[in-house]
T-cell receptor
Framework: RKEVEQDPGPFNVPEGATVAFNCTYSNSASQSFFWYRQDCRKEPKLLMSVYSSGNEDGRFTAQLNRASQYISLLIRDSKLSDSATYLCVVKEGSQGNLIFGKGTKLSVKP | EPEVTQTPSHQVTQMGQEVILRCVPISNHLYFYWYRQILGQKVEFLVSFYNNEISEKSEIFDDQFSVERPDGSNFTLKIRSTKLEDSAMYFC???????????FGDGTRLSIL
């Protein structure tokens, strides 16, 4: 069974803090990886793709370790608007269906 | 920015009734998907659709489920005889190629009574 595991949190941090989320995946043949964010009772929204060399988008940095089957997301200088659930997602199958983790809840406090 | 749209936003149906959930994917996208999320649980893959046929389906997508692309814009999910456990958020997603990220609609909340 193909699984994506995440620490459910919640992570409660003050504004301006740096916070890191981790994720592991079970299928070593997986090729594509993403972080999505989901606000309460809303749809998942793509935050960023995760590349083997690591990638950065503003305050967000994603890393992939294929040997350990481990994905991470670092958020620097947290904003109140970063409060959401962060979903680790792995693409599977010949047509690219997504396997989601249960998500890590982040709450940024003033 | 183009987006995936879903209707209705909330559907309340009696157990045993048929329900059709509708989606309009982004216009130049070729790959279409349905996912569901039971309250408090993770998002789960149901089915993928490409070139007018089902590409893959999960074990959740049994004979009670079907999908259709009746015209050039709509993509529908039908549940023939709903059960209480079908209550969930149903998300449609699309992408323009296999390797590109999927974009999600804002979902249909299905409540089975």
């Amino acid at each position: 069974r193909k699984e994506v595991e995440q620490d459910p949190g919640p992570f409660n941090v003050p504004e301006g803090a740096t916070v890191a989320f981790n994720c592991t995946y079970s299928n070593s043949a997986s090729q594509s990886f993403f972080w999505y964010r989901q606000d309460c009772r809303k749809e998942p929204k793509l935050l960023m793709s995760v590349y083997s060399s690591g990638n950065e988008d503003g305050r967000f940095t994603a890393q992939l370790n294929r040997a350990s089957q481990y994905i991470s997301l670092l958020i620097r200088d947290s904003k109140l608007s970063d409060s959401a659930t962060y979903l680790c997602v792995v693409k599977e199958g010949s047509q690219g269906n997504l396997i989601f983790g249960k998500g890590t809840k982040l709450s940024v406090k003033p | 920015e183009p987006e995936v749209t879903q209707t209705p936003s909330h559907q309340v149906t009696q157990m045993g009734q048929e329900v059709i959930l509708r989606c309009v994917p982004i216009s130049n996208h070729l790959y279409f998907y349905w996912y569901r999320q039971i309250l408090g649980q993770k998002v789960e893959f149901l089915v993928s659709f490409y070139n007018n046929e089902i590409s893959e389906k999960s074990e959740i997508f049994d004979d009670q489920f079907s999908v259709e692309r009746p015209d050039g814009s709509n993509f529908t999910l039908k549940i023939r005889s709903t059960k209480l456990e079908d209550s969930a958020m149903y998300f449609c997603a699309s992408s323009d190629s296999f390797n590109q990220p999927q974009h999600f609609g804002d979902g249909t909340r299905l409540s089975i009574l």
